[in-house]
């Protein structure tokens, strides 16, 4: 198993950018492939955007494509979700999450955070 904390999240105005940090400790996390969720209140936890255990391969959310830029960096142990021209409809707590493989359902991922929350004003 391996374990994960988010950290960078925030209150930002609209248009704004946000950088979320995900550190991983346990199980090699080099190996494992890494996502970001994320749910708003009353809505069911969503995918956002994954990477492969490489970096090689990326995946998104229609909703976040273009704005949103997912990478890691294996040495550090830490994937990251650069979030740039918020909306106030990107509010939710945002998840990391790791598994086997790239993928972009919850159930691909085995290990999960804790949450951060992003808040984005109008």
């Known amino acids: 198993q391996v374990q994960l904390v988010e950290s960078g999240g925030g209150l930002v105005q609209a248009g704004g950018s946000l950088r979320l940090s995900c550190a991983a400790s346990?199980?090699?996390?080099?190996?494992?492939?890494a996502g970001w969720f994320r749910q708003a209140p009353g809505k069911e936890r969503e995918f956002v955007a994954a990477?492969?255990?490489?970096?090689?391969?990326?995946d998104y959310a229609d909703s976040v494509k273009g704005r949103f830029t997912i990478s890691r960096d294996n040495a550090k142990n830490t994937v990251y979700l650069q979030m740039n021209r918020l909306k106030p409809d990107d509010t939710a707590v945002y998840y990391c999450?790791?598994?086997?493989?790239?993928?972009?359902?919850?159930?691909?991922?085995?290990?999960w955070g804790q949450g951060t929350q992003v808040t984005v004003s109008s």
């Open positions: 990477i492969s255990w490489s970096g090689a391969n990326t």
């Open positions: 999450a790791a598994g086997n493989a790239l993928g972009n359902r919850r159930n691909d991922f085995g290990s």
């Open positions: 346990g199980r090699t996390f080099s190996i494992l492939a």
